[in-house]
């Protein structure tokens, strides 16, 4: 079957915060930049999420998500990006150029640069291995927020949220809208993931139990939820949990299947595309942005790693590049992945001079300790908690005493 072939400067996959900002940004600099995604309409997840906070980091306003993704939508065509919906990047025809399926036929797209913008997703009950009934009404927040916010679909009135991570609390404020009440969110840690000014009033104001040390062991119901079952991780002591709507929150993976159909190496704990402190992957002149790197932070976050690549697609295609020698990056405990995971010298700080860490345990104070080759490197104490569930943020001036002929750079906890 023959295909259209189209050129660009610059392809991007994916029309959430991260592709939009650099696809913004890169047509505003003069290069033709093309914009694919999957969905009938670009903003990505914020396009279904109905509250507000958006736009803090990246635009000094606080928006509701479906406002955030318009404007960011705007912006990408006014600056001259082209944008094209319904549009899924199926797989490569070369080191930059990408098929492409669409209601009007195949495309192919070949670029001078690829820009990896597909960000993340939840796990779903079948890939947590929870076992018992396969009725409807079990959910992840995205699919949630798609059904009550893009579909004014219905939900049930009693349900369980599986987590109890930033985004929970979400999906917590999406059920209400649809009138379900949670009954109980769960989470298997000995405190709740998300940050108190989400758990506080969550529990005071919206009146949502959270169980700690438990997990959901069983689902059951045949055409419909009927309850979950519920252990405590410290007795074993088990309860069942009449609901009829089951969310599963949180346990973030990359949307990575372009990434690894490129065999891009990748991040073993994050399965994520590996990146330098410019988000350049291992293919010369294939860039990751936003929460296919880092699963999963802010949509505001992700929209500064779009806005930071901007000047090195622009040094790509120029024919500057950087020094080919990075340093790996790795997540001592209790970290299970690291971002940027590549530390280039020479080749500036990564975006917003941070580093990246994902926690997979509570400790009250983040005292972090930077070693390589044996050698104690920097020793920081930063001045909030360290959680699951949420991005611990580290200063990458942490790394400045390390040797650049040296080897690996390890960042842990005291």
Same mark, same amino acid.
């Given at each position: 079957?023959?295909?259209?072939?189209?050129?660009?400067?610059?392809? *991007?996959? #994916? @029309?959430? $915060?991260?592709?939009?900002? !650099?696809?913004?940004? %890169?047509?505003? /600099? =003069?290069? &033709?930049?093309?914009?694919?995604?999957?969905?009938?309409?670009?903003?990505?997840?914020?396009?279904?999420?109905?509250?507000?906070?958006?736009?803090?980091?990246?635009?000094?306003?606080?928006?509701?998500?479906?406002?955030?993704?318009?404007?960011?939508?705007?912006?990408?065509?006014?600056?001259?990006?082209?944008?094209?919906?319904?549009?899924?990047?199926?797989?490569?025809?070369?080191?930059?150029?990408?098929?492409?399926?669409?209601?009007?036929?195949?495309?192919?797209?070949?670029?001078?640069?690829?820009?990896?913008?597909?960000?993340?997703?939840?796990?779903?009950?079948?890939?947590?291995?929870?076992?018992?009934?396969?009725?409807?009404?079990?959910?992840?927040?995205?699919?949630?927020?798609?059904?009550?916010?893009?579909?004014?679909?219905?939900?049930?009135?009693?349900?369980? *949220?599986? #987590? @109890?991570? $930033?985004?929970?609390?979400? !999906?917590?404020?999406? %059920?209400?809208? /649809? =009138?379900? &009440?949670?009954?109980?969110?769960?989470?298997?840690?000995?405190?709740?993931?998300?940050?108190?000014?989400?758990?506080?009033?969550?529990?005071?104001?919206?009146?949502?139990?959270?169980?700690?040390?438990?997990?959901?062991?069983?689902?059951?119901?045949?055409?419909?939820?009927?309850?979950?079952?519920?252990?405590?991780?410290?007795?074993?002591?088990?309860?069942?949990?009449?609901?009829?709507?089951?969310?599963?929150?949180?346990?973030?993976?990359?949307?990575?299947?372009?990434?690894?159909?490129?065999?891009?190496?990748?991040?073993?704990?994050?399965?994520?595309?590996?990146?330098?402190?410019?988000?350049?992957?291992?293919?010369?002149?294939?860039?990751?942005?936003?929460?296919?790197?880092?699963?999963?932070?802010?949509?505001?976050?992700?929209?500064?790693?779009?806005?930071?690549? *901007?000047?090195?697609?622009?040094?790509?295609?120029?024919?500057?590049?950087?020094?080919?020698?990075?340093?790996?990056?790795?997540?001592?405990?209790?970290?299970?992945?690291?971002?940027?995971?590549?530390?280039?010298?020479?080749?500036?700080?990564?975006?917003?001079?941070?580093?990246?860490?994902?926690?997979?345990?509570?400790?009250?104070?983040?005292?972090?300790?930077?070693?390589?080759?044996?050698?104690?490197?920097?020793?920081?104490?930063?001045?909030?908690?360290?959680?699951?569930?949420?991005?611990?943020?580290?200063?990458?001036?942490?790394?400045?005493?390390?040797?650049?002929?040296?080897?690996?750079?390890?960042?842990?906890?005291?």
């Amino acid at each position: 079957m023959s295909r259209t072939v189209i050129t660009a400067d610059v392809a *991007v996959a #994916g @029309a959430g $915060p991260s592709g939009l900002t !650099a696809a913004g940004g %890169l047509a505003a /600099a =003069g290069l &033709r930049v093309l914009v694919l995604d999957r969905e009938r309409e670009a903003g990505g997840i914020p396009r279904h999420s109905d509250h507000t906070g958006y736009g803090i980091r990246d635009l000094g306003r606080i928006m509701t998500g479906p406002a955030y993704a318009r404007l960011l939508a705007a912006r990408a065509r006014e600056a001259g990006a082209a944008l094209r919906t319904s549009a899924m990047v199926t797989g490569w025809a070369g080191e930059r150029a990408l098929d492409v399926t669409t209601p009007q036929g195949l495309l192919r797209v070949e670029a001078g640069a690829v820009v990896l913008a597909t960000g993340a997703r939840e796990r779903p009950r079948t890939a947590r291995m929870v076992p018992g009934d396969r009725p409807p009404g079990v959910l992840t927040t995205g699919q949630l927020q798609n059904l009550v916010h893009l579909h004014g679909r219905a939900v049930g009135g009693r349900a369980v *949220v599986v #987590g @109890a991570e $930033p985004v929970s609390w979400s !999906a917590v404020l999406t %059920l209400r809208r /649809a =009138g379900c &009440r949670t009954v109980l969110m769960t989470s298997e840690h000995a405190r709740p993931e998300s940050y108190a000014a989400f758990s506080v009033p969550g529990r005071a104001v919206l009146g949502v139990p959270v169980a700690t040390g438990t997990r959901v062991v069983r689902v059951a119901g045949h055409d419909a939820v009927e309850a979950v079952e519920v252990e405590d991780l410290r007795t074993g002591a088990r309860r069942t949990v009449p609901c009829d709507t089951v969310v599963f929150t949180g346990d973030w993976i990359p949307d990575d299947e372009l990434a690894r159909a490129a065999g891009l190496a990748t991040d073993p704990g994050s399965r994520a595309p590996m990146v330098d402190n410019t988000l350049a992957t291992s293919r010369p002149g294939v860039f990751a942005v936003g929460n296919l790197v880092h699963p999963v932070d802010t949509a505001d976050v992700a929209a500064l790693d779009g806005r930071h690549v *901007v000047r090195h697609v622009l040094r790509h295609l120029g024919a500057d590049t950087p020094a080919r020698r990075a340093i790996p990056l790795l997540a001592g405990a209790p970290f299970t992945w690291v971002s940027p995971g590549l530390a280039r010298p020479g080749a500036g700080a990564p975006p917003r001079g941070r580093i990246l860490l994902w926690p997979a345990e509570h400790r009250a104070l983040a005292r972090v300790v930077v070693t390589q080759d044996g050698r104690v490197v920097a020793r920081r104490t930063l001045p909030w908690p360290v959680s699951p569930g949420r991005v611990l943020r580290v200063p990458s001036s942490a790394l400045s005493g390390a040797d650049p002929r040296g080897g690996p750079i390890t960042i842990s906890l005291a």
